[in-house]
Structures are given as structure tokens and as C-alpha cells.
């Protein structure tokens, strides 16, 4: 198995550009998601979606849409890029645990290192 | 204040040393917690999820304290493979996997 996938794995991007960041998993995961992680700030969440067609906002949704039409895919489209997106991007998948506490493990993909110029 | 927070480190310790790393979370309805290892310029991957009772897998050992709202992690006879940084997480339990980081401690065990 691939596991999680993400492409490209550099971008450079000027200002005011647009693109769309790919995630891929082949684990019939349920819970898909995306961080960016910038020094001193840790991972912080952009996106998640708990299965196709549904998605909410994490804590740092601006300037970032998703969509999520199969259970496989989740991609990121940065609208129009801004030097502040300038980060590495984490795309994380996992299981839907039915049972509180949930312990199920998440697991990422290599990351896409973006830098706008 | 943030709601996960870790000591960035370094933490520079001997091969064989003993090394504990806390962190704290804010949020006391957190259920779940997990310590994720990160490589230089690589994806987190899961080291331990932290049970109530606390937990030990190898030279690993991680412990929840509900009552300060912290989590440790303590490694022994630390390798030179552990050098890594070492991220908290928590989850409030909301049925899935929605945690919130911390921003890791960094290791680096040198001969």
C-alpha cells in the first residue's frame, strides 16, 4: 500500500497565483485532513472532511478551499497564493473510531513544501 | 494561551541518558493524547498513544495527568536513532481523529 500521497512535493508560486495541492489515500480512510506547519507554530489544521462530500474549517481556513468527491482524494486549492502560505503542507488520514475515547492512529503524507514569492 | 504547549528544546542528552519531555493542554475535555515523532523535513508518524493508565512500549513510557492537564513522555538509554522532535497531541474527542498539535520538543542525542 502507498498510503497517503501527496504531489508535488516542492512549488514555488508567485504572488497572486493559484493551485491546487493533491492528496491521495488508499486505506478507505473516512477522515482526511490538511496542516500546515511553520517554525514555532507547530501543525495546524487548514481543512478536514469526515467522508465524501463533507468538509469543515480548522483553525486556519482562510485563503484555502477543499472539496472531497471520493473517499480516496482531498485536494488543497490555494485561491491566490500569498507569501504568508509560504509553509510545509501535511495532508493526514485515519479511521472513523465509533467508540469515545478514539485512539485511532493518523497517519501522514511527506508534505509539499510551498513557497510564494 | 495556547491550548498545546511543549518546551522547543534542544533537549541535548548523552547516549544512555534518561529524557522526559511534559506538555500541557488547556482544554480539560480533552479525552485522547498522542505523541507523534518527526524526523528532520519529514511527515509526523504516531510513537505512542497515551492511555489513562499510562503506557510503556520499549525504552518508552507515556503518562496522563488529568488533574494538571499534563501528558509526558519518557524515553531510557536514549540512541542516537532518537534524535528527532517530539510532538503532543490531544483530541477533544469529537468522534474523529481532529487533533490539535503542539509545537514539539526537540531531541538530540549525541555520542
Known amino acids: 500500500n502507498a498510503g497517503v500521497t501527496q504531489t508535488p512535493k516542492f512549488q514555488v508560486l508567485k504572488t497572486g497565483q493559484s493551485m491546487t495541492l493533491q492528496c491521495a489515500q488508499d486505506m478507505n480512510h473516512e477522515y482526511m485532513s490538511w496542516y500546515r506547519q511553520d517554525p514555532g507554530m507547530g501543525l495546524r489544521l487548514i481543512h478536514y472532511s469526515v467522508g465524501a462530500g463533507i468538509t469543515d474549517q480548522g483553525e486556519v481556513p482562510n485563503g484555502y478551499n477543499v472539496s472531497r468527491s471520493t473517499t480516496e482524494d482531498f485536494p488543497l486549492r490555494l485561491l491566490s497564493a500569498a507569501p504568508s502560505q509560504t509553509s510545509v503542507y501535511f495532508c493526514a488520514s485515519s479511521q472513523l473510531a465509533g467508540v469515545l475515547p478514539t485512539y485511532v492512529e493518523q497517519y501522514f503524507g511527506p508534505g509539499t513544501r510551498l513557497t510564494v514569492t | 494561551r495556547k491550548e498545546v504547549e511543549q518546551d522547543p528544546g534542544p533537549f541535548n542528552v548523552p547516549e544512555g541518558a534518561t529524557v522526559a519531555f511534559n506538555c500541557t493542554y488547556s482544554n480539560s475535555a480533552s479525552q485522547s493524547f498522542f505523541w507523534y515523532r518527526q524526523d528532520c523535513r519529514k511527515e509526523p508518524k504516531l510513537l505512542m498513544s497515551?492511555?489513562?493508565s499510562g503506557n510503556e512500549d520499549g525504552r518508552f513510557t507515556a503518562q496522563l495527568n488529568r488533574a494538571s492537564q499534563y501528558i509526558s513522555l519518557l524515553i531510557r538509554d536514549s540512541k542516537l536513532s532518537d534524535s528527532a522532535t517530539y510532538l503532543c497531541?490531544?483530541?477533544?474527542?469529537?468522534?474523529?481523529?481532529?487533533?490539535?498539535f503542539g509545537t514539539g520538543t526537540r531531541l538530540l542525542v549525541s555520542p
Open positions: 497515551v492511555y489513562s
Open positions: 497531541a490531544v483530541n477533544e474527542n469529537t468522534g474523529f481523529q481532529k487533533l490539535v
